[in-house]
């Protein structure tokens, strides 16, 4: 476990942030700092290193951290999320079965659990602030590419491409700001829950341009292709803003390599094989939860505009709920940060599971406008802590030599559902039922979830 505020150097590495595909964070942290996180525990110099640069205190954390936040904006809020807004014009210009719609989804998550599995040799070989930058322009041409073809095989490929990239942009964007909080390690909680708000702030985004682009590219052919152009240019304006923090942030740390008169690799070994082996049985109960929770969300963000264009919402009103959606991620970090401080076992996870469940089976029940609305707003404020909740398990009660290995355990399951999740959703949706019964089941998958999380005891640590 980390040490106290007080009692932890400025340079210390940070806690490892909650993200899907987060396995290559703590590795590549603890290289980044000089540290390591492979040990079974960390050797902590005094509480301040009297060679770090007096810079460093005049460093504008929280806006470097804002603007970081783009990087989640565009890895999860635009090149993932934005596509439920776009499902609805596309599938009904190109003639798409549920299915098929779901397949897209499907290709980007199976591109960037590929991404996750990459990620930790790019970052070891070519540094956080690059790959960022880099996957953040990859993403922004994908994205761009989506709107010049009708072809649902070329569709899918471009889906699989940017999320390989938004797996670059969301894991190196994670590091940066893991290295960010390890500045003011009191603040570490707040600078990570900024960075990873950044996907509210990308869903936001995209609720207020795709509706105003759809409507203003109406008489043009294939006017969902402008929608794509447009979030291309989105995602390119925030390539251009993330070269700040980027540039900043790599300055910053190379100060302080030189600053200790060592090299920024030049960490303690890592502990044997044997020491860092995960105990994969003994979570299996949170593994099996965490793997529903891949199946159930992606179903709804998927499918949930589509739903309120079905029952005749107007474009105002899915602007508002996608929009307020959004801002509830944003405020999510902060409402659950208590919760996932205190849970040892599974409670987290599972109580998370279950309003989700909630949140998405209420379109069910009724299309009533307040209803839907405080689906939209419930969901928003849960999803991502899901993740978080993940994380603090694995903090809460594996050895620093095993967090690297249950992160990455988690990724993989999460990602096996995130894959499994839209297709089926939509081939349910096909059938007889609609939609509505492919939530049901979304609903059911979450709610399973919870049930198998609920099962998951702490462990005892050694």
């Not at 999320?81 to 897209?104: E, I, K, N, Q, V």
């Not at 540094?127 to 880099?134: D, E, K």
């Not at 993403?139 to 670059?168: D, K, Y």
């Not at 990602?415 to 059938?431: N, S």
Request: net charge positive; charged share 10%.
């Amino acid at each position: 476990m980390p040490a106290p505020p007080d009692s932890r150097r400025a340079d210390a590495p940070a806690e490892p942030p909650p993200g899907h595909g987060e396995a290559a964070v703590p590795q590549a942290l603890g290289e980044a700092t000089g540290g390591t996180l492979g040990g079974s525990g960390r050797s902590a110099p005094p509480a301040e290193d009297p060679r770090a640069p007096a810079a460093d205190a005049d460093v504008p954390l929280v806006r470097l951290a804002l603007a970081l936040s783009l990087g989640a904006a565009v890895s999860l809020g635009v090149t993932r999320f934005a596509y439920a807004l776009l499902l609805p014009p596309m599938r009904a210009d190109l003639g798409w079965s549920y299915a098929l719609a779901g397949a897209m989804n499907t290709a980007n998550a199976a591109g960037y659990l590929l991404g996750a599995l990459l990620t930790p040799r790019l970052l070891a070989r070519h540094g956080a602030a690059p790959l960022l930058l880099w996957g953040a322009v990859a993403a922004s041409v994908f994205m761009a590419a989506s709107g010049f073809f009708t072809e649902a095989p070329a569709l899918l490929v471009q889906r699989l491409l940017a999320g390989v990239a938004s797996a670059f942009v969301f894991i190196a964007g994670g590091v940066l700001a893991a290295r960010l909080g390890s500045l003011r390690p009191q603040r570490a909680g707040w600078l990570l829950g900024l960075y990873y708000g950044g996907t509210g702030l990308g869903v936001t985004l995209s609720a207020l341009l795709v509706p105003s682009v759809l409507a203003a590219a109406e008489s043009q052919p294939h006017a969902w292709t402008w929608a794509w152009w447009a979030l291309a240019a989105a995602c390119a304006a925030a390539t251009a803003v993330l070269r700040w923090p980027a540039d900043a942030l790599q300055k910053m740390e190379q100060n302080r390599t030189d600053s200790r008169g060592g090299s920024a690799t030049n960490a303690p070994k890592p502990a044997d094989a044997a020491a860092r082996r995960l105990p994969w049985r003994p979570l299996a109960s949170a593994l099996a939860g965490y793997a529903m929770f891949g199946v159930g969300y992606i179903g709804y963000m998927t499918f949930v505009i589509a739903l309120l264009r079905e029952r005749g919402a107007s474009g105002v009103q899915v602007t508002a709920f996608y929009a307020l959606l959004g801002l509830a991620v944003l405020a999510s970090s902060r409402i659950w940060a208590g919760l996932l401080d205190r849970a040892r076992g599974g409670g987290a996870l599972a109580l998370l599971n279950g309003l989700l469940g909630l949140a998405t089976v209420l379109p069910v029940l009724t299309g009533a406008w307040p209803v839907v609305l405080a689906s939209g707003l419930l969901f928003g404020a849960v999803f991502l802590s899901v993740v978080a909740s993940t994380t603090a398990l694995v903090r809460h009660n594996l050895p620093e030599a095993q967090w690297a290995a249950g992160i990455s355990a988690f990724t993989i399951v999460f990602a096996a559902g995130q894959i499994v999740g839209p297709t089926v959703v939509g081939w349910i949706a096909d059938g007889a039922g609609g939609l509505l019964r492919g939530f049901a089941v979304s609903a059911a998958a979450l709610w399973l979830g919870a049930a198998l999380a609920w099962r998951q005891r702490p462990l005892a640590r050694a």
